[in-house]
């Protein structure tokens, strides 16, 4: 399993908590994530308060 949190409020760096992944994948990954990170950080923010956040269109 991978986790990766946001080190700061709109940080590019991310801590990858556990577990390991193939680097293509984690390529595919950071890709989406790049393209996504206004909707992750905002799904983000409301589900650490405990607020509905929408579904992110996955790849």
Request: charge should be positive.
């Amino acid at each position: 399993m991978v986790i990766f949190i946001p080190l700061a409020s709109r940080s590019r760096k991310k801590l990858l908590l556990a577990g390991s992944i193939p680097s293509k994948q984690f390529r595919m990954i950071s890709g989406w994530m790049a393209v996504h990170e206004s909707e992750l950080y905002e799904a983000w923010n409301n589900a650490v308060q405990s607020k509905h956040f929408d579904k992110i269109k996955p790849l």
